[in-house]
C-alpha cells in the first residue's frame, strides 16, 4: 500500500471508522507476524501479541501524531506486546514449539539442520529485548539509529544488545567450526 | 588445540541472516476477525491534543507565529506604561506564556527565585499560577522541527517546586499539563507505569525528544525518575519518547495550582507547582 493511501486510511481511523482501521491492519498484519514470530519464537504466542498489538493501536490511534508514521508506531507498540507476552508466559521457552513452518527455500539452502538446531539455542538464550533489536536490525533492516528509534531506547543500548546478540550467535555457529584435534583423530 | 574450518563470522552472520528469514510472515485470518470483534466495542482514547495532519502543517506555525506576534505587542505595552514589574530590571527573556489567560498577566506576588534554582534565568515578571485548569503552551523558535532536550532539573523554591527542561537549540516546544486518570501506562506501549503522589498530571512535550535520530546525539543522560522529596513534587517519571513527543508524568502531594513558561538563553521549559 502506497503511503498517502495508508496515511488516508489512518486519518478515517482516528476519526473512529473501524472499517479503515480493519483495512490498516490487513495492510501491516502479516509484517507484524513476521517480527513477532521471530522475536518470540512461537506462532500461536506471535498470535497474540500481535492481536494485542492492534487491539491497543486502535484505541490509542489518536495519540499517533504523524500518520506516515504508523508502521514504525505500531511496531514499536508490537514489539511492547511481545515483551508483555514473554513475561506474561514465563514457562514459554520450555513449553515452545520449534519454526518448522514457512522455511525459506534459500534457508533450506544454507542452514544445515544442525546450524538451525544451534542458532535455535542460542537465540532462546538471548533477552526477549536482544532479539527484538535483532529482529528489526538483521531481518527488517532498519539501521540501528532507526531501531533505537522504534523502540524508544537509547543508541548506545540498541548497539550494545545487538553487539552482544549477535556475538553469542556467531559463537554459536563458529563454535562447531573449531573442533578439537583430539576428537577429530579419536 | 582448535582447527579452524572454513567458517569465518562472514558466514557466522550469513546464517544468522537465513536463521531470521525462517519462520511464519501470515497472520492468520481468525486473528483479523478477533480484532474486528474486539474493536467493535472498544472505544478510542481521546487525545487531549490535536493529532497532526497536513492542515495543521501548515496552520500551526502561522497561528504561533500570531501569537507571539500578539504576546510581544501587548508585553510592549506593557512595559511602555510603567506597569508593576516585579524583580527590577525586565528581561524579554523571561516573559509570560501566551497559553492561558491567567498565565499572561504577570503575578504581583511571585517573585522569582534565582538562588534555588541554579539553572533560573534573568529576573522578571512570571505568570500566576492556576489552579485546576489545563496548561498549555505553543512551541516557540523551533521552526518545528524536534528539539533536543539537554537537561532536565528538578528544584525546590520559596512557595513553589519547579522542574526545567533546557533545550539544546534555541526554542521550546508546545507543551501540554493535563490531570492524569490512572491507569497510568507508558507511551504508546500502553504497558502500566507507577507514579506515586496525588493528583497525577501527565507532561507532553510535543516537538522534543531526547534522541536524535539522524545523529544518534542523546545529550542528556541523566535521570528519568525523579523524586526528590519535595514539598509537592512526589515523583516526575518519563513515560514515553517516541515521534519526537516527549511524554513525562507528575505525580504531587496534593498540588492543584501550577504555571507554565519559557525562559531563553539557554532555552528553558519551566513547569512550576505552588506550594
Known amino acids: 500500500m502506497q503511503a498517502p493511501q495508508q496515511a488516508t486510511l489512518v486519518d478515517a481511523a482516528q476519526r473512529g471508522d473501524r472499517d479503515a482501521f480493519d483495512a490498516l491492519a490487513r495492510t501491516s498484519g502479516d509484517r507484524c507476524m513476521a517480527i513477532a514470530t521471530r522475536i518470540l519464537r ?3 504466542v506471535a498470535q497474540d501479541a500481535v492481536q494485542a498489538a492492534l487491539i491497543r493501536a486502535w484505541r490509542d490511534l489518536r495519540q499517533l501524531r504523524d500518520p506516515d508514521r504508523f508502521e514504525p508506531w505500531l511496531h514499536k507498540i508490537l514489539v511492547n506486546a511481545c515483551y508483555a507476552e514473554a ?10 514449539r520449534m519454526l518448522p513452518v514457512d522455511v525459506a527455500s534459500n534457508a533450506n539452502d544454507i542452514l544445515t539442520v544442525h546450524d538451525r538446531d544451534q542458532l535455535e539455542r542460542a ?3 538471548l533477552t526477549v529485548e536482544q532479539r527484538a533489536v535483532m529482529v528489526l536490525h538483521h531481518y527488517i533492516g532498519l539501521p540501528v539509529p532507526e531501531v533505537a528509534d522504534r523502540l524508544g531506547i537509547p543508541l548506545g543500548t540498541a548497539k550494545s544488545r545487538i553487539h552482544h546478540a549477535t556475538t553469542a550467535l556467531r559463537a554459536s555457529v563458529e563454535a562447531d567450526a573449531r573442533v578439537p584435534s583430539q576428537e577429530r583423530s579419536a | 588445540m582448535t582447527t579452524p574450518n572454513n567458517s569465518n563470522p562472514r558466514d557466522a552472520d550469513r546464517l544468522i541472516n537465513a536463521f531470521l528469514g525462517e519462520g511464519q510472515t501470515d497472520l492468520p485470518e481468525q486473528v483479523y476477525d478477533e480484532v474486528r470483534l474486539e474493536i467493535e466495542h472498544t472505544e478510542q482514547r481521546t487525545s487531549f491534543g490535536l493529532w497532526r495532519n497536513p492542515f495543521m502543517n501548515r496552520i500551526v506555525p502561522v497561528l504561533a507565529v500570531a501569537t507571539v506576534m500578539v504576546l510581544a505587542v501587548v508585553v510592549g505595552l506593557q512595559l511602555a506604561g510603567g506597569g508593576p514589574l516585579i524583580g527590577g530590571d525586565p528581561s524579554p527573556s523571561a516573559e509570560p506564556s501566551p497559553s492561558t489567560a491567567e498565565s499572561e498577566e504577570p503575578s504581583p506576588s511571585v517573585e522569582p527565585s534565582p538562588s534555588v534554582e541554579p539553572s533560573a534565568g534573568p529576573s522578571g515578571p ?3 499560577f492556576t489552579c485546576g485548569q489545563r496548561i498549555e503552551l505553543a512551541a516557540e523558535g523551533s521552526d518545528f522541527h524536534p528539539l533536543l532536550i539537554a537537561d532536565v532539573r528538578l528544584g525546590t523554591h520559596d512557595g513553589y ?6 533545550f539544546v537549540d534555541d526554542g521550546t516546544p508546545e507543551l501540554w499539563v493535563d490531570v492524569a486518570q490512572s491507569p497510568y501506562v507508558q ?4 504497558l502500566p507505569l507507577e507514579v506515586d503522589g496525588s493528583p497525577v498530571y501527565a507532561v507532553t512535550l510535543v516537538g522534543a525528544t531526547k534522541h536524535d535520530m539522524e545523529t544518534g546525539e542523546e545529550p542528556y543522560q541523566g535521570s528519568t525518575d525523579f523524586t526528590p522529596g ?4 512526589a515523583e516526575f517519571v518519563e513515560s514515553g519518547d517516541f515521534e519526537a513527543v516527549n511524554n513525562w508524568y507528575l505525580g504531587t502531594n496534593g498540588g492543584t495550582c501550577l504555571r507554565a513558561f519559557i525562559l531563553t538563553d539557554p532555552s528553558r521549559l519551566v513547569i512550576d507547582i505552588q506550594h
Open chain 1, 123 to 125: 537465540f532462546r538464550r
Open chain 2, 230 to 233: 519535595y514539598d509537592q513534587i
Open chain 2, 161 to 166: 517546586d519547579r522542574i526545567a527542561f533546557e
Open chain 2, 187 to 190: 507511551n504508546p506501549s500502553g
Open chain 2, 126 to 128: 512570571e505568570p500566576a
Open chain 1, 87 to 96: 513475561k506474561r508466559r514465563r514457562r514459554w521457552s520450555s513449553s515452545i
Open chain 1, 42 to 44: 512461537d506462532t500461536d
